[in-house]
């Protein structure tokens, strides 16, 4: 934590300095006049929620956390508890998500030099999945708004494309101040189609590998049903239906292999 130590130092000297300039004025030629008149803190903190210090280590987490193995935390925003907030509340609170994941991904990246733990990394993703959460709620309210005002989405106009690897994906359009057929810029990196025989054999191979991801998945999730139904036969079938909806249960009962060793209550 030598890089800490030295940003600490750095930080409270930045602090001083901070905190001389704030207080002081100067003349345009340098020389030093008067104290300044303070300006209202309790207006300007109304727009903040950072704490009122001159320092970076808001940039960094709290000292008792340094070294630690696991860090107690909470659960992530889901947008059931978002879409009761206000537009004022989400604005705030974007910020805050904003702020505390800067924090964690500068003792990420600490840890990571010093070859160190980094505590509870799942934070993280906790962070990023209630900015994705929000960013959907305002995308909402958004869609909402203009679809009651103009009748439209109100979102940037999208089509489905081909890339020159023959793959499909959206492209989402934008205005250009030229036109397209005179925009040789854009024509030149936005080629929309594909040819040759490499290109197909290509896609041939990748739908190759897709099918046989789907493949193994279904024999994966039809030897776990086999399993459950050789260990516990009287389970619930409705449950490992709706857990497992691709495989065909009525057809495995029929196996040979899911018959167990076991005596039946039946006479």
Request: proline share 3%; with cysteine; charged share 30%.
């Amino acid at each position: 934590m030598s890089v800490l130590n030295r940003v600490l130092y750095a930080s409270k000297q930045f602090g001083k300095l901070c905190n001389f300039i704030g207080t002081s004025a100067f003349h345009r030629n340098g020389y030093l006049l008067s104290k300044a008149i303070p300006v209202p803190t309790q207006m300007a903190r109304a727009f903040s929620v950072t704490s009122k210090r001159f320092e970076l280590m808001d940039f960094f987490d709290d000292k008792k956390n340094w070294g630690e193995n696991e860090v107690k935390h909470g659960r992530g925003w889901n947008k059931d508890e978002l879409r009761i907030k206000s537009n004022t509340d989400l604005h705030k609170l974007w910020f805050v998500l904003l702020k505390e994941r800067n924090m964690l991904l500068t003792m990420e990246h600490e840890c990571n030099e010093k070859m160190e733990l980094f505590p509870s990394p799942e934070r993280l993703d906790k962070v990023n999945e209630s900015m994705k959460n929000l960013e959907d709620v305002v995308r909402e309210r958004n869609r909402a708004y203009h679809e009651l005002e103009t009748g439209e989405t109100g979102e940037r106009p999208a089509k489905l494309v081909t890339n020159q690897l023959g793959l499909k994906f959206y492209y989402r359009m934008f205005e250009h101040v030229i036109p397209k057929y005179a925009n040789r810029k854009w024509n030149e990196t936005h080629k929309f189609n594909y040819q040759g025989s490499a290109v197909h054999k290509f896609l041939r191979l990748y739908r190759e590998k897709l099918y046989n991801v789907k493949r193994k998945q279904r024999n994966r999730e039809r030897n776990e049903v086999m399993g459950l139904l050789k260990r516990f036969p009287n389970m619930d079938r409705a449950a490992i239906a709706e857990k497992y909806p691709s495989v065909d249960i009525d057809k495995l009962l029929k196996y040979d292999k899911i018959r167990g060793n076991y005596v039946s209550s039946k006479v």
